[in-house]
């Protein structure tokens, strides 16, 4: 997997435009503050850039379609598929490649978040809570699960918890929990990404603290029982 990042002060919105596709250029325009358009006309320029790396001969700017539950996809022909995930927060925007699904999140870190923690969050990750930080390695792990399974936020967040999470290497499986008739679009994943064996997704998770003041997680499908090489992060000039 590679990640590639970028400063949104690094760039105008007046160049950055100038760099993604008219449809994502004119959406921009539905923010109202400029950092907010920079960051997300930087994703989709470091999307084009990773195109461009693995892809040559591919005609940018991209213009990815989307699916029924948000999903961008970039389709090479009828059975492959570019497999990319965007995230922005704060000063910074993300394009996650890989060869399977994957799904990345950044996130600033604020304010410990206790109380979303107990509503959102499963009893096995409530106790990896101890500060501000550990809940925003949750919340980004969580959060590019269900990225990479295709879901977003259709997904309940606590129909599956993030277990064995090692704090030092920031690895991780992924489980279901609670009752196999609660949720139909949980169900559904099982199908696809459950390996009845072990008990696990097939989805293996890993939260890289190489920003400061940041929490940024990833998660790739098809991969087993986790222990997944350390992502390459690029910093690209554009």
């Known amino acids: 997997m590679d990640i590639y990042i970028g ?25 109202r503050f400029d950092a907010d ?18 892809l040559p001969d591919m005609p940018l700017p991209t213009d990815p379609a989307v699916d029924g539950y948000g999903k961008p996809h970039i389709f090479l022909d009828a059975e492959h598929e570019f497999h990319f ?3 922005h927060s704060g000063d910074y925007s ?3 490649v890989g060869k399977s699904p994957v799904g990345a999140d950044i996130e600033t870190i604020g304010n410990d978040k206790e109380q979303i923690a107990e509503r959102f969050f499963a009893k096995e990750e409530q106790g990896f809570i101890k500060d501000a930080e550990s ?9 590019s699960f269900m990225k990479a399974v295709g879901l977003g936020m259709k997904l309940p967040m606590d129909s599956f918890t993030v277990t064995e999470l090692d704090e030092e290497t920031g ?6 929990c609670g009752s196999d008739s609660e949720n139909t679009i949980a169900d559904s994943l099982k199908d696809i990404y459950f ?16 920003i400061p003041g940041y929490s940024l997680s990833v998660a ?10 350390i992502p390459a992060l690029h910093y690209p000039v554009l």
């Open 135 to 143: 809940f925003y390695r949750i919340w980004t792990l969580k959060e």
């Open 37 to 54: 358009r920079r960051r997300t006309l930087l994703a989709h320029a470091l999307l084009d850039h990773a195109v461009s790396v693995s």
């Open 94 to 96: 993300i394009c996650a």
């Open 171 to 176: 690895s991780c499986r992924f489980k279901p």
């Open 7 to 31: 400063n949104i002060n690094d760039y105008t919105t007046q160049y950055l435009t100038g760099l993604v596709c008219a449809r994502h250029a004119k959406a921009s325009g539905r923010y």
């Open 195 to 210: 390996d009845h064996k072990t008990g696990y997704y097939t989805i293996s998770g890993m939260t890289l603290s190489k």
């Open 85 to 87: 995930s965007l995230s």
């Open 220 to 229: 790739l499908c098809n991969t087993g029982s986790g222990g997944e090489d």
